[in-house]
């Protein structure tokens, strides 16, 4: 279901299948993307580190109460993405931001297993990022710089971060097909996911029905936010997903890991109609958008 493009030549050489993947599944697959694999194999054992630690060392760096921080660890049942269904979502996450406005400091190189090695990756997975955007606005026939602009979150507050979960051995009381991550879209303007090969991620298809997604060694799973749908007046869509529990009885005696880098334009930033079909959605601004959601997923 989910298009596999090989960017060998680059981003911009892909950017026509990219852009087609975007708008007909909402999710594709990037392979030899030009990410570093040794960064992200540090990556995901730095992650393996931190959550391997007793829960009282990682609630050391607990979430600030503060809604507006998306900064820190996040234990089980703290968030729930689906929040229209009363359930426990059994994952655990840590988050880092390099701006998120909230006055909340939370450098990862304070967490030995974390390191410094982390700040430099999160620069590339951002730049990464914005050369989809780019590729995008180029098909749009924006100006080029058009969504760079909006995405300064090195320079300016945004909701942008990068966080690492991790989701533990499926207790044996817990059901079949039970959500690991609940059933939602993702807010921002675009997500990159990086994942082991344990699997579990579903993709809605445009029937309505849930299919699961093979996981490919070393690929980026990119897909598109709510906020790039309302851009583009509906051409992109942002496809709703969840990560279920395993059916197989050895498979959910497996911890399964993964990293998502999720884009999010400045606080400042109003997002309206670009392309598209102009009148399909009202402007909105980002911090006010996000909060909205942030609120509804930290206090069901």
């Not at 596999?4 to 030549?9: G, I, K, L, S």
């Not at 729930?80 to 390099?98: A, D, G, M, Q």
């Not at 690991?180 to 699997?199: A, K, N, P, W």
Request: aromatic share 10%.
């Amino acid at each position: 279901m989910i298009p596999v493009v090989d960017c060998t030549h680059g981003i911009i050489s892909q950017k026509e299948r990219i852009y087609e993947a975007l708008t007909k599944v909402g999710f594709v697959y990037l392979i030899n993307h030009g990410l570093d694999e040794k960064s992200i194999d540090h990556a995901f054992s730095s992650s393996k580190k931190f959550f391997n630690l007793p829960l009282d060392e990682k609630q050391k760096y607990n979430k600030s109460d503060n809604i507006k921080s998306k900064t820190g660890y996040v234990g089980i049942g703290v968030e729930t993405l689906n929040y229209s269904v009363k359930s426990t979502e059994i994952r655990e996450s840590v988050n880092f931001s390099p701006n998120d406005g909230s006055g909340v400091d939370f450098d990862p190189s304070k967490i030995s297993e974390i390191g410094p090695l982390m700040k430099p990756f999160l620069k590339e997975l951002n730049n990464k990022a914005l050369e989809i955007l780019e590729a995008l606005a180029d098909v749009l026939e924006f100006d080029k710089q058009w969504f760079l602009d909006q995405h300064r979150v090195y320079e300016k507050p945004s909701y942008t971060s990068i966080r690492f979960l991790y989701y533990p051995i499926v207790p044996d009381d817990i059901r079949n097909g039970s959500e690991r991550c609940g059933d939602h879209t993702d807010y921002g303007s675009i997500t990159l996911l990086l994942q082991d090969e344990v699997g579990g991620l579903e993709v809605m298809n445009r029937q309505g029905e849930y299919v699961p997604v093979k996981p490919i060694e070393n690929a980026i799973l990119v897909n598109s936010g709510e906020l790039l749908e309302k851009w583009t007046g509906g051409l992109i869509k942002a496809t709703r997903h969840r990560v279920r529990t395993p059916p197989d009885a050895a498979l959910r005696k497996k911890v399964r890991y993964s990293i998502a880098y999720f884009m999010h334009p400045m606080h400042e930033t109003i997002v309206k109609p670009m392309a598209g079909d102009l009148m399909k959605y009202a402007p909105v601004k980002t911090e006010e958008n996000t909060l909205k959601f942030l609120m509804a997923t930290f206090t069901n």
